[in-house]
């Protein structure tokens, strides 16, 4: 029992450090989750695509900051489509993420060059020492062999926190603000002059430009680009967002503390999941599964207590007024 | 103010459904005019005011508001010249808002919404004054959720939002429909005052005869998408309940006024 705790203890800060990096693209589930209202199932395809386009750009040369920001670019044009099929087009918008995440399935592989893996080669240092974020920094952190300010836990939490300053400077302009009232209230949004096919684009472009940054971060973190390193994404960023309310909730109220509790939340998903991992025996073929349930009990919890108990299902029923 | 011609809108044409909703409606308002609306049941009240705000295309005819053609603008483009409050109080404010974000959302309305601060310190001054006006003890509660509000408190507030900035025509969706009699006296009383404070053009329905004859200068009554009376100066005042029923009798050729009407 001893190794297997010391195993897991071992683990942690990786856990930490890929809790972290996913909880960027929750962050980018978040504003069209809980913001705007929209399931937004372009998030499994865009985050492969950040990754993709961030591996094949410093395979060719690029600098990591820029082949960061194309990375985040693509993400948005991902956005855009979805944004439109949904506005223009009148596409549901579970439907609408469904068909763009369906073509970027064609259009990651084109990136990649018909490949479905692709890895950055940090066995040589030159590669290694321009990363941003390495797995191998956990450990050589660890050892002592590079700065602390090297581990991903303290590059990626800076990270997480300029990214929430800036959302939390964002959604206070009057920009901002209207995507939040389009979430909100679409009649009130419109009635007040808003246009919400706009407010609606714009905030699938920021989500899903998160979430491509996330991929860019990830594919850099594991040194290499998987065509399937999107499968359930936003299964997990669900996790992440529901766990983060459940724990934080009832703590953090302001909007940028909201933004904190999402990340926060993916770091407990993925030291549970690593508990999971270094304590049994689990096949982790079987941890899809583990997540699906846990996203789908956490789920149903207002539901079942909006039937069970009265007072909760009136709150439920105000704080909806869209329904 | 307010120039509608020949408006005609259809619902589900062509199916069994089919129901004309508005059926060559003409009417004009003049600056400062304060319309009321009465009707049964589907007599085309709701949908003409929605198709003044343009939450659906119209069939044909056209609507102009100041001079301006909007029978094709968008429902947010057309908000630049129009307030509303809707019956249903959940729908005119963001629930999951702040009372202040709500009101600094209204004061943006028909404007472009870019990357300056949402709500300025001199704003939250300056809806704390309008909210004492309002008496109902919002003043301090600035950063409370709309969603805490009650019906009556929400209603005052989007029509505070509605006027926020002065509207060139302000629609009222039987705005009180939804309030107990007291609160729904309250929420006119306060609608009757920032209406004559600010010299606006208005359509209001009402289910309430009552109300529909003691407030403002003009009344129309419709009937299966058409406006069947309108009274308006003098003989307005003098009119009475009973007057306008048999008046509805006899342009819609039924008796069933009796029943539709002197339910509200």
Same mark, same amino acid.
Request: hydrophobic residues 50%.
């Given at each position: 029992m001893?190794?297997?705790?010391?195993?897991f203890?071992?683990?942690?800060?990786?856990?930490?450090?890929?809790?972290?990096?996913?909880?960027?693209?929750?962050?980018?589930?978040?504003?069209?989750y809980?913001?705007?209202?929209?399931a937004d199932?372009?998030?499994?395809?865009?985050?492969?695509?950040?990754?993709?386009?961030?591996?094949?750009?410093?395979?060719?040369?690029?600098?990591?900051?820029?082949?960061?920001?194309a990375a985040?670019?693509v993400?948005?044009?991902?956005?855009?489509?979805?944004?439109l099929?949904?506005?223009?087009?009148?596409?549901?918008?579970?439907?609408?993420?469904?068909?763009?995440?369906?073509?970027?399935?064609?259009?990651?592989?084109?990136?990649?060059?018909?490949?479905?893996?692709?890895?950055?080669?940090?066995?040589?240092?030159?590669?290694?020492?321009?990363?941003?974020?390495?797995?191998?920094?956990?450990?050589?952190?660890?050892?002592?062999?590079?700065?602390f300010?090297?581990?991903?836990?303290?590059?990626?939490g800076?990270?997480?926190? #300029?990214?929430?300053?800036?959302l939390?400077?964002?959604?206070?302009?009057?920009?901002?603000?209207?995507?939040?009232?389009?979430?909100a !209230?679409? !009649?009130?949004?419109?009635?007040?002059?808003?246009n919400?096919?706009?407010?609606?684009?714009?905030?699938?472009?920021?989500?899903?430009?998160?979430?491509?940054?996330?991929?860019?971060?990830?594919?850099?973190?594991?040194?290499?680009?998987d065509?399937?390193?999107g499968?359930?994404?936003?299964?997990?960023?669900?996790?992440?967002?529901?766990?983060?309310?459940?724990?934080?909730?009832?703590?953090f109220?302001?909007?940028?503390?909201?933004?904190?509790?999402?990340?926060?939340?993916?770091?407990?998903?993925?030291?549970?999941?690593q508990?999971?991992?270094?304590?049994?025996?689990i096949?982790?073929?079987?941890?899809?599964?583990?997540? #699906?349930?846990?996203?789908?009990?956490?789920?149903?919890?207002p539901?079942?207590?909006?039937?069970?108990?009265?007072?909760?299902?009136?709150?439920?029923?105000?704080?909806?007024?869209?329904? | 103010?307010?120039?509608?011609?020949?408006?005609?809108?259809?619902?589900?044409?062509?199916?069994?459904?089919?129901?004309?909703?508005?059926?060559?409606?003409?009417?004009?308002?003049?600056?400062?005019?304060?319309?009321?609306?009465?009707? /049964?049941?589907?007599?085309?009240?709701?949908?003409?005011?929605?198709?003044?705000a343009?939450?659906?295309?119209?069939?044909? /005819?056209?609507?102009?508001i100041?001079?301006?053609?909007?029978?094709?603008?968008?429902?947010?483009?057309?908000?630049?010249?129009?307030g509303?409050?809707? @019956?249903?109080?959940?729908? /005119?404010?963001?629930?999951?808002?702040q009372?202040?974000e709500?009101?600094?959302?209204?004061?943006?309305?028909?404007?472009?919404?870019?990357?300056?601060?949402?709500i300025?310190?001199?704003?939250?001054?300056?809806?704390?004054?309008?909210l004492?006006?309002?008496?109902?003890?919002?003043?301090?509660?600035?950063?409370?959720?709309? %969603?805490?509000?009650?019906? %009556?408190?929400? @209603?005052?507030?989007t029509?505070?939002?509605?006027?926020?900035?002065?509207?060139?025509?302000?629609?009222?969706?039987?705005?009180?429909?939804a309030?107990?009699?007291?609160?729904?006296?309250k929420?006119?009383?306060?609608?009757?005052?920032?209406? @004559?404070?600010?010299?606006?053009?208005?359509?209001?329905?009402?289910?309430?005869?009552?109300?529909?004859?003691?407030?403002?200068n003009?009344?129309?009554?419709?009937?299966?998408?058409?406006?069947?009376?309108?009274?308006?100066?003098?003989?307005?005042?003098?009119?009475?309940?009973?007057?306008?029923?048999?008046?509805?009798?006899?342009?819609?050729?039924?008796?069933?006024?009796?029943?539709?009407?002197?339910?509200?």
């Amino acid at each position: 029992m001893l190794e297997l705790l010391q195993s897991f203890a071992g683990a942690v800060p990786g856990a930490v450090s890929q809790g972290l990096i996913w909880g960027i693209m929750a962050i980018g589930v978040y504003i069209t989750y809980k913001i705007l209202d929209v399931a937004d199932l372009t998030v499994d395809g865009s985050i492969c695509t950040g990754g993709a386009v961030f591996v094949v750009l410093f395979g060719a040369g690029v600098p990591v900051p820029v082949a960061m920001l194309a990375a985040f670019g693509v993400g948005m044009l991902a956005g855009l489509v979805t944004g439109l099929l949904h506005t223009a087009c009148g596409i549901p918008a579970i439907l609408a993420g469904i068909l763009t995440q369906l073509g970027l399935w064609s259009v990651n592989l084109a990136i990649m060059s018909t490949k479905s893996n692709i890895a950055i080669n940090i066995l040589d240092p030159k590669n290694l020492d321009k990363m941003l974020v390495s797995l191998r920094f956990v450990q050589e952190v660890g050892d002592g062999r590079r700065p602390f300010w090297q581990h991903p836990i303290f590059v990626v939490g800076l990270f997480t926190v #300029a990214i929430i300053f800036l959302l939390y400077w964002f959604f206070g302009t009057e920009l901002g603000s209207s995507l939040r009232a389009t979430g909100a !209230n679409g !009649n009130m949004a419109r009635a007040q002059g808003i246009n919400t096919n706009v407010t609606k684009v714009l905030g699938l472009m920021l989500s899903n430009g998160l979430v491509a940054l996330c991929g860019a971060l990830l594919s850099q973190y594991q040194s290499f680009a998987d065509i399937n390193m999107g499968k359930g994404a936003i299964v997990i960023g669900l996790a992440a967002v529901i766990i983060g309310e459940v724990v934080f909730g009832k703590l953090f109220r302001n909007f940028g503390l909201k933004l904190l509790a999402v990340s926060l939340g993916a770091i407990i998903y993925y030291v549970v999941i690593q508990a999971v991992v270094s304590l049994s025996n689990i096949n982790t073929n079987y941890l899809k599964l583990i997540t #699906a349930a846990i996203v789908a009990v956490f789920l149903a919890i207002p539901y079942w207590k909006g039937r069970y108990f009265g007072h909760h299902a009136k709150k439920e029923k105000e704080a909806a007024p869209d329904a | 103010m307010l120039e509608i011609k020949n408006l005609r809108k259809v619902f589900g044409a062509g199916t069994v459904n089919e129901k004309v909703a508005l059926d060559g409606v003409d009417l004009t308002l003049e600056d400062g005019d304060f319309v009321t609306v009465i009707g /049964g049941n589907g007599a085309g009240k709701s949908t003409l005011l929605n198709a003044v705000a343009g939450v659906w295309p119209v069939d044909s /005819g056209s609507i102009s508001i100041d001079g301006v053609d909007v029978t094709h603008l968008p429902e947010h483009k057309r908000a630049k010249y129009i307030g509303r409050v809707f @019956q249903d109080p959940m729908m /005119g404010t963001a629930a999951t808002m702040q009372i202040e974000e709500n009101l600094a959302l209204a004061a943006r309305r028909g404007r472009a919404r870019g990357l300056k601060p949402g709500i300025t310190k001199a704003e939250r001054e300056q809806y704390s004054e309008m909210l004492k006006i309002l008496d109902l003890g919002l003043e301090d509660r600035l950063t409370g959720k709309v %969603g805490l509000l009650s019906g %009556g408190q929400r @209603q005052a507030l989007t029509l505070l939002m509605a006027t926020l900035r002065k509207p060139k025509l302000l629609l009222l969706d039987e705005h009180t429909a939804a309030l107990d009699p007291k609160t729904a006296q309250k929420v006119l009383d306060a609608t009757e005052r920032v209406v @004559q404070r600010d010299h606006l053009t208005t359509l209001m329905i009402t289910h309430n005869m009552r109300d529909a004859i003691a407030h403002g200068n003009r009344l129309i009554m419709m009937y299966e998408g058409r406006i069947v009376i309108s009274v308006s100066g003098e003989e307005k005042k003098k009119l009475t309940v009973e007057q306008l029923l048999r008046e509805f009798s006899r342009a819609s050729g039924s008796d069933e006024a009796d029943d539709k009407l002197l339910l509200g």
